[in-house]
């Protein structure tokens, strides 16, 4: 088999974990302001391409993506390639929206894309199992399947040894709090 459900409860140890998590305080977080231009690899969250194609990314997420080596996970690209289904193909901006989708998939490069295996599968699982029980958020309302997501990008990111890059500033601050050996850089979109 290869995934072995035993090791990834030792390596998480979910059953230390009671209470509720809360977000650190932002002078406590690793932001894109205080990044040096050249330094280690990102792994991109869903929240960057959006930020950037919408034109709400920072100057010095700008300038990241301009310097950093970038690394990209096939779970962004299922969430980018979901527009395709989702939506309504009458609505005027569609088409639009979904060249500039196509042009985003089109410039990720093969050997930068990375897909989750089975291991990161299973720890991701129990991973967002116990980030959705720590949150006290409300069951029935995507949060679970939104934490699947963020774990599984924030467990690729370390396999790779690279930081998340992410304005999911919640989420990752939370997961980091469970996984302190995994990277973040946050920022906050231009508004």
């Not at 985003?104 to 990161?120: K, N, S």
């Not at 949150?135 to 998340?164: C, M, T, W, Y």
Request: glycine share 6%; proline share 5%; net charge negative.
């Amino acid at each position: 088999m290869i995934f072995d459900l035993s090791d990834a409860l030792r390596a998480l140890k979910p059953e230390k974990y009671v209470g509720t998590l809360v977000r650190r305080a932002d002078d406590d977080l690793p932001w894109a302001i205080d990044e040096p231009m050249i330094g280690g690899p990102l792994f991109l969250d869903t929240s960057v391409y959006l930020d950037v194609l919408q034109g709400r990314s920072p100057t010095e997420i700008d300038v990241l993506l301009t310097y950093r080596l970038c690394h990209h996970s096939a779970v962004c690209l299922s969430e980018l390639t979901h527009l395709f289904g989702r939506l309504d193909p009458k609505h005027a901006s569609t088409k639009a929206v979904l060249q500039t989708i196509t042009a985003t998939i089109e410039d990720i490069p093969d050997h930068r894309l990375h897909a989750p295996d089975a291991v990161m599968w299973g720890k991701a699982g129990v991973l967002a199992g116990l980030m959705f029980r720590l949150s006290n958020l409300p069951k029935g309302e995507g949060h679970e399947r939104r934490f699947l997501n963020d774990a599984l990008i924030l467990l690729q990111a370390r396999q790779l040894g690279a930081s998340v890059l992410t304005g999911n500033v919640r989420d990752f601050d939370l997961l980091t709090q469970i996984v302190p050996s995994a990277r973040i850089i946050l920022y906050r979109s231009v508004t």
